[in-house]
C-alpha cells in the first residue's frame, strides 16, 4: 500500500508538471475578486463605454479592435468581413505587416540571451560573401545599416521571372550582385527605416536556429506564448487557409504578392486576442527577461529630436526628455493596417487590425486618453502612422 502511494503521488506530481509545461508564459489568469476589485480601481464599466463610442466612430472600419487595461478587456469587437460574405470574428487571422518586426526583433534578443549570437556579429559572421561589411545587429535592429531596399533592387528580376524569393535566396542575390547594389548610407549614420533590416534578420534566425523562421517562432516564441491563432506564413504553410483574412484595398481583394515569402519585415499572421497574450509576455518578461525588452524599449535615434523614436524593433513615444512614454508599432501591406500601442507604467494595450486600408486604424489618442482617466492626457498627435 505505501509503494502504490508513493507511485500515486510521483504520478500525480508528474502531471503537474506536465499541465504546468503546457501553461502559456505570462502572468497567470485573475480571481473573480481580483477582477472586481481592478474593475472597481480602473473604472472599466465607464471606460468601456466611452472606448465603444470613440470605436463607433471609425467609419468603415473593417477588422477586430481589443482594448485592455491591467488584465481586463475593456473593448473586443469583429466588424466586416474576412473576405467575399465571411464575416470577421475574433478569431480571423490578420497579416501583421510591419508589426512582425516587433517578433523578429524578439527572436533575435532571445537568441542572444541563449548566447547563439551577439549583437556586435556583424552580417558577415553568418554570410561571409554579403556585399556588405562592417553592419551589426544592432544596425539592423534599430534601422540604421545604410542597407539598400531589397524591393527596388530585385523588383526587376522577382517580377519578369514570376518568383517569390525567400529569405535565404534574397541573401543569395545580393551576394551574387555585380556590381553591389548601392548603400543608401554610411552604416550607423542615421535612422532610416528600411524593410531589408529585418528581412535580413530573418534569415539570420534561420542560419542561427538551424530551422525555417516559421518553424523557429511556432517552438519559441507563439507556443510558449500560448499564441495558437499566430503563424509566419509562407506559401508552405499549413495554417494559410484557417479562419484567414484577404487585404483589400479601392475595394479590390489583393492577390498574393511576389514578396510575400520573404519574412519577418512582415509575414506573421496573428488575432487580437493572441497579440493580448504577446502582450502579456512582453509585461511578464517570460521568454526574453525584462533586462533585454529594456534594451529592446531604449531609444537609438537622435540626430532629429522628437516624439518618434525606435528601439530594436519597437516605435517608440517619447516625452521631453526623449524618455519612453509608450511602445507600439504600426503595419501597412497590401490592403492590411495594424497596430499594437502599450503603456507598461499604466498597464494597457490597444489593439487595432484592419484587412481594409482605412488610416482611421491609427487614430487611437481618444482611448489613449480615456485609459490614463482624469489624472492624465497623452503627448499623442491624432494620427501616428509613420510612414
Not at 366 to 387: A, P, Y
Request: net charge neutral; glycine share 8%; aromatic share 12%.
Amino acid at each position: 500500500m505505501v509503494l502504490c502511494g508513493i507511485l500515486l503521488s510521483c504520478a500525480r506530481d508528474q502531471k503537474k508538471e506536465e499541465e504546468k509545461e503546457k501553461q502559456p508564459a505570462g502572468e497567470r489568469p485573475l480571481s473573480a475578486g481580483e477582477i472586481s476589485k481592478i474593475r472597481k480601481e480602473i473604472d472599466a464599466d465607464r471606460k468601456s463605454k466611452l472606448l465603444e463610442e470613440v470605436f463607433n466612430k471609425k467609419s468603415g472600419f473593417n477588422g477586430t479592435v481589443l482594448v485592455a487595461q491591467r488584465g481586463i478587456i475593456l473593448l473586443e469587437k469583429a466588424t466586416g468581413f474576412a473576405h467575399d460574405t465571411v464575416p470577421n470574428t475574433m478569431n480571423s487571422k490578420f497579416q501583421l505587416a510591419s508589426l512582425s518586426k516587433t517578433f523578429t526583433a524578439l527572436a533575435i534578443m532571445k537568441l542572444k540571451q541563449e548566447g547563439k549570437l551577439g549583437l556586435d556579429n556583424t552580417i558577415q559572421d553568418f554570410y561571409p560573401d554579403f556585399p556588405y561589411p562592417g553592419i551589426t545587429l544592432r544596425s539592423l535592429l534599430s534601422h540604421r545599416s545604410g542597407l539598400p531596399y531589397y524591393q527596388y533592387e530585385f523588383d526587376k528580376r522577382v517580377r519578369a521571372g514570376q518568383i517569390y524569393p525567400t529569405n535565404q535566396q534574397m541573401m543569395q542575390w545580393f551576394a551574387e550582385a555585380k556590381p553591389a547594389p548601392k548603400m543608401l548610407n554610411l552604416p550607423d549614420h542615421y535612422f532610416a527605416y528600411n524593410n531589408t533590416n529585418y528581412a535580413v534578420l530573418g534569415a539570420i534566425v534561420e542560419k542561427v536556429s538551424g530551422m525555417p523562421f516559421a518553424r523557429y517562432m511556432e517552438e519559441n516564441i507563439f507556443g510558449p506564448a500560448g499564441m495558437e491563432h499566430t503563424f509566419a506564413g509562407t506559401s508552405a504553410s499549413p495554417h494559410l487557409n484557417e479562419d484567414r483574412t484577404f487585404g483589400y484595398q479601392n475595394g479590390r481583394k489583393l492577390a498574393k504578392d511576389f514578396y510575400d515569402d520573404i519574412i519577418g519585415d512582415k509575414g506573421i499572421y496573428s488575432t487580437a486576442p493572441d497579440l493580448l497574450k504577446y502582450y502579456n509576455v512582453l509585461k511578464s518578461g517570460s521568454i526574453v527577461s525584462k533586462e533585454n525588452l529594456r534594451e529592446m524599449y531604449t531609444p537609438r535615434s537622435f540626430e532629429h529630436p522628437g516624439i518618434r523614436n525606435y528601439g530594436y524593433g519597437f516605435r517608440l513615444w517619447v516625452n521631453k526628455l526623449q524618455q519612453t512614454d509608450y511602445i507600439y508599432h504600426t503595419g501597412w501591406w497590401k490592403g492590411y493596417n495594424t497596430i499594437m500601442f502599450f503603456d507598461l507604467r499604466e498597464d494597457f494595450v490597444v489593439i487595432l487590425l484592419s484587412n481594409k486600408y482605412n488610416r482611421s486604424v491609427y487614430n487611437i489618442r481618444e482611448m489613449v486618453d480615456i485609459l490614463h482617466g482624469d489624472h492624465r492626457n497623452s503627448s499623442l498627435e491624432e494620427n501616428i502612422l509613420d510612414q
